[in-house]
């Protein structure tokens, strides 16, 4: 009896040793756990800290004035026209007829630059847009441009155009952005390009 009760004991404390020793193996796992955890934490915590402190930069819809390029100028100018799809002119790259309507410009520092003219000649129909590298030239730019506006409004070949010219054009600048637009009667001329 001695001996079963002792078998009995012995198997008990074996079991209870056994289920000790998981329970210590869980505890020092959990304890791991428990560190590996709280060490994920805190380093989730300085990740979102240093987030914090960095100064995050504030994204505007609006661009500037100064960051408008020369097309998006000339696309807001022929929105405002009451016929816009009438309102036609094409792109001129030509140096050489660059230098003919506006001698000397090819020779200024100049960022971005487009020029649109008629399909045909003999109208009063031209845009020039620009923007200079400097102040220097952009004076001289825009002398020219008054240069050529002086010298369409007084072509005695085409009398008519030329009066058109001298009623309509206008050179308009802001800072070192210039503009030289003639439209015919009935087209819109913005007080401001450069506000558009």
């Known amino acids: 009896m001695k001996k079963t009760k002792f078998a009995i004991i012995a198997a008990l404390s074996a079991v209870m ?9 869980s505890s020092v796992s959990g304890g791991a756990s428990s560190t590996e955890a709280v060490t994920s934490s805190s380093q989730t915590t300085t990740a979102t800290s240093a987030a914090e402190t960095e100064p995050q930069e504030e994204v505007t819809q609006e661009q500037t004035a100064e960051e408008i390029s020369i097309s998006e100028i000339y696309d807001k100018i022929i929105a405002q026209q009451p016929e816009p799809e009438n309102t036609v002119m094409f792109p001129e790259s030509s140096e050489e007829l660059i230098n003919e309507f506006y001698p000397g410009l090819m020779q200024l520092d100049i960022k971005q630059m487009a020029l649109y003219m008629p399909p045909v000649t003999g109208n009063a129909c031209e845009i020039l847009l620009l923007e200079t590298a400097d102040s220097d030239s952009a004076d001289k730019a825009q002398k020219i441009m008054s240069d050529r506006v002086d010298k369409a409004a007084s072509d005695t070949f085409y009398a008519d155009v ?12 802001s800072g070192n952005r210039l503009c030289m637009i003639v439209l015919p009667d009935g087209a819109v001329i913005p007080d401001d390009v450069f506000s558009l």
């Open 17 to 25: 040793l056994a289920g000790c020793g998981s329970s210590n193996e």
């Open 162 to 173: 030329a009066d058109v010219w001298a009623r309509n054009a206008q050179v308009q600048r």
